[in-house]
């Protein structure tokens, strides 16, 4: 019943219950790219790259995930992630992806035709969306604030909460960061840290059993 009064009613930004005070953020990142190195019990399992440029009226984001990590149990599992959003006027235009985890293929496309987003995918029945969302990868700076993201692998529609967890300095690629810890629960979990303009310098995937993949921003 929630999740159709959520697709029937505009998204709420509950700022004012996650958000430290005085953030000021940019809508969209001012470098052309940002890059991660993936971590497993120390030792760098693959890498993740956004692209961000402006094309005439619109805003692409591109972005690629290559890794093969060690799932619960000992098996190693390959994940590669590549898709490209279009943006207008702060709203999400369109979204192709095409995801591969242990030889399983999913694909997603997204596109926004008179206001309202048109979803299907290989593994979610196709849908229309007139609220406002932002992927679930976590670039975007209100992936922080929002109660519902889109699933970038799956195109489904993920219930989250997201809990602003502390101020943090953070040691990596040589240097020391000063970022925001957000915690998100609820359909998907993960820790996301992002710097003074909310760009996105480190998060977090549970596998279970206590183990994390990490992502650590490395620069453009």
Known sequence: MYRRRFLAASATLAAVAVAPPTVACRLFPAGV????????????IGHQTFSFHREPGRFVVDAQLEMRFTAPGGAQVGYQHGSREIWDTGWLQALDSHTVIGGRRLEVHARRESG????EGSDVRSYR?????????L????????????????????????????????RQSGEVVAANH??????????????A???LVRW????????W??????GA
């Open 213 to 218: 993949i990490s992502f650590r921003h490395e």
């Open 116 to 119: 309202t987003l048109m979803v």
């Open 197 to 199: 303009d909310c760009a």
């Open 139 to 170: 670039w975007h700076r209100d992936c922080r604030l929002v109660d519902s993201l889109i699933d970038v692998e799956s195109g489904n529609i993920l219930l989250v909460r997201p809990r602003f967890a502390g101020r943090e300095s953070l």
């Open 33 to 44: 790219a940002d890059r991660y190195v993936a971590w497993q019990d120390g030792k760098a």
């Open 182 to 195: 957000y915690t998100i629960s609820g359909e998907i979990v993960r820790e996301a840290w992002y710097d």
């Open 129 to 137: 969306l007139s609220t406002y969302i932002v992927p679930s990868n």
């Open 204 to 211: 977090d995937l549970p596998l279970g059993s206590g183990d």
